[in-house]
């Protein structure tokens, strides 16, 4: 017994900095905060003019990771800056009158053509049902695709954003940046530098910036970030076509999805796949994110492997589901619908 006390044990004193941290999240209040902060610190960026609601769409889809939010926004805006050409008139932050989460058009006819070839195209469509991992199902069909009726960017791509938005929208958020160009006819003239006319103001009829003391409910955490398939259907997708996606744009076809759309995607599938295709893929993969390339799932024409990850009871029959064959235009309406009520 005197040995064991004589024992030199060397018990250390614990200190409360010994204890393990645990990070406590931000509130939503305190996330919204300090993305505002954030914003407001980049000189690239402090001068737009965000909603509550807009900021609070990539808050969600970054567990309300304030940092890693701003870099989402920082990206849509330099590959917004990058590509003038694509956001002529539809962005879907800052369009005018976007009151419907920014999917508006404004007398561009000839690409709201292209828009709505593409939707027909099925490039994408969207199913009505929610699959077992309550993830919204996109399809596209690129074997229906005509490129001279819808460019892959000035059409398939800015189908694809108004698709994706819709289900945003859907799920909670809005992407409407509460930014309205043109003139304000409850604008202060005093602020003008032309002599107090107005008619040529550009200042937003209503901006919308986050007070720290604010009232005013926002949305609530419970609001769930939209989550997304994708299944693409190579049947009847030539050669030729393949060649034509390769030197139209695809390079900024994946950077826009991949880092600039605030929804979760949980897979992207591919099936039916010619070997060109496998091909293009490889050629692709340098380009994708290694996270987009963890989510890539070729299935061939094993429909069964598919079924077993996405479900198949609310596929359509072309896809060894349940549903009747999918119809293209119920989809193109309904988006072209909710631009026409934007207008």
């Known amino acids: 017994m005197v040995e064991f006390l004589e ?3 060397n018990i250390k004193q ?7 941290r645990k990070e406590i999240p931000l509130s939503d209040d305190q996330a919204l905060k300090s993305l505002q902060e954030l914003i407001a610190a980049d000189p690239s960026l402090c001068e737009e003019n965000f909603s509550n609601e807009y900021l609070l769409c990539f808050l969600r889809v970054r567990a309300f990771n304030a940092e890693a939010a701003f870099r989402m926004i920082s990206c849509r805006h330099l590959f917004k800056k ?34 709505r070839a593409a939707l027909e195209e099925g490039l994408p469509g969207v199913l009505p049902e929610k699959d077992p991992r309550g993830c919204h199902t996109l399809l596209f069909f690129p074997g229906q695709w005509d490129p001279n009726a819808s460019p892959l960017i ?14 945003i929208e859907e799920c909670g958020g809005k ?57 693409v259907d190579w049947s009847g997708f030539t050669m030729s076509r393949c060649g034509t996606v390769m030197s139209s744009g695809i390079r900024s076809f994946i950077e826009c999805l991949q880092t600039c759309v605030p929804v979760h995607c949980e897979g992207i599938h591919f099936v039916s796949q010619p070997w060109y295709v496998d091909g293009a893929l490889k050629l692709l993969r340098p380009f ?18 598919l079924h077993s990850i996405v479900g198949q009871r609310h596929l359509p029959a072309e896809l060894g589901g349940d549903e009747p064959p999918f119809h293209t235009i119920t989809w193109a309406d309904k988006i072209m619908k909710i631009d026409k009520k934007a207008e």
């Open 288 to 305: 994708l994110t290694e996270k987009t390339r963890e989510k890539i799932h070729v299935h061939g024409n094993n429909l069964s492997q």
């Open 82 to 115: 990058k590509n003038p050409h694509i956001f002529v008139r539809s962005d879907i932050s800052d369009t005018p009158n976007a009151s419907q989460g920014g999917v508006c058009l404004h007398n561009v006819n000839k690409q709201e053509g292209w828009i």
């Open 154 to 167: 000035e059409g398939v791509l800015l189908a694809t954003l108004m698709s994706l938005e819709a289900i």
């Open 175 to 231: 992407l409407s940046r509460c930014k309205v160009i043109g003139k304000n006819e409850n604008c202060d003239t005093s602020l003008h530098s032309n002599g107090g006319n107005s008619a040529s103001c550009n200042h937003p009829t209503e901006v919308k910036k986050f007070e720290g003391n604010s009232k005013r409910q926002l949305p609530k955490k419970c609001i769930i970030p939209p989550k997304v398939v994708a299944i």
């Open 7 to 9: 024992y030199q044990w």
């Open 14 to 20: 614990i200190t409360p900095d010994d204890i393990p």
